[in-house]
């Protein structure tokens, strides 16, 4: 992936920022309310706590909720096409990011299951991007095939 341009960290993203360099996907939490955010705030989006907000680690999976292929790089030197895509983590909130790992051109489709990876950045810090989880039906077939595998009917 060619290197974007990423804003540097401040008070309110340091944390999130610190994680990505051991590869953690982390959300933030609540501690008063038990909510969990990205992007990190200042303040719980959930009940306007200011005090108690934390860090916890995502799994690192989750589903296309929207995406979208650039054909036309923003800047010069931007290798096209790529996918930028809405992923909704298992744990609620939504990651704006890129997919990867598959065609560019047409094999991604709206809810495919996606595991992060991570893109390191010269600093030391790192992107998550996010690749298909193969091999786990989604959760639209996962009923269907439960019940062939167990020979009911579907
Ligand atoms: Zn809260």
């Given at each position: 992936m060619t290197a974007p341009e990423v804003p540097p960290a401040d008070e309110v993203t340091q944390g999130w920022w610190a994680a990505t360099t051991e590869h953690r996907l982390v959300v933030q939490s609540c501690g008063a309310c038990d909510g969990v955010q990205h992007p990190?705030?200042?303040?719980?989006i959930h009940c306007g706590s200011t005090e108690r907000l934390g860090w916890r680690t995502a799994s690192g999976t989750g589903t296309?909720?929207?995406f979208t292929v650039v054909?036309?790089?923003?800047?010069?030197g931007i290798e096209v096409p790529y996918v930028v895509a809405r992923v909704r983590l298992d744990e609620g909130p939504i990651l704006l990011t890129r997919l990867e790992g598959r065609d560019p051109g047409g094999e991604w489709v709206v809810d495919d299951r996606v595991r992060v990876a991570w893109a390191d950045l010269p600093d030391g810090r790192a992107l998550p991007v996010f690749h298909p989880v193969e091999g786990e039906p989604d959760r639209a077939q996962a009923p269907a095939a439960e019940r062939q595998h167990r020979g009911l009917p579907a």
């Open positions: 990190p705030r200042a303040l719980c296309v909720d929207s054909h036309r790089a923003p800047r010069a």
